[in-house]
């Protein structure tokens, strides 16, 4: 998935310092939204597998566990581009964004 740089390169031109404290600004909102975004996943994560493991329907089980597969694959692209957003704040700015 390919996100566009317009959401997370701050910017390289010689903007005004407004500009760039917008850009930075929009950075770590989509940053920050990014993160509750796997947090929320993660705790979906946690709940399909307890009601998975709960559930004595075969049929529900196999569409739960369906669900978990698909709320992983989640997790681990959210991981993905919150890593790709840090190698772009360290080559930016010389900074680490706060990782999960």
């Keep these: 998935m390919t996100i566009p740089a317009v959401l997370v390169e701050p910017s390289q031109s010689h903007g005004t310092a407004r500009d760039r404290v917008q850009d930075q600004t929009l950075y770590d909102w989509v940053a920050e939204e990014l993160v509750d975004a796997l947090d929320i996943e993660k705790q ?9 493991r709960a559930t004595r329907a075969a049929d529900v089980r196999q569409a739960l566990a369906w669900h978990l ?11 993905g581009v919150l890593s790709d957003l840090d190698r772009v704040a360290a080559d930016a ?7 999960v």
Excluded: E, F, N, Y
């Design 93 to 99: 700015h010389g900074d680490i964004i706060a990782s």
């Design 44 to 52: 979906l994560t946690r709940a399909l597998r307890r009601m998975a």
């Design 69 to 79: 597969g698909t709320a992983r694959d989640r997790v681990d692209l959210l991981r």
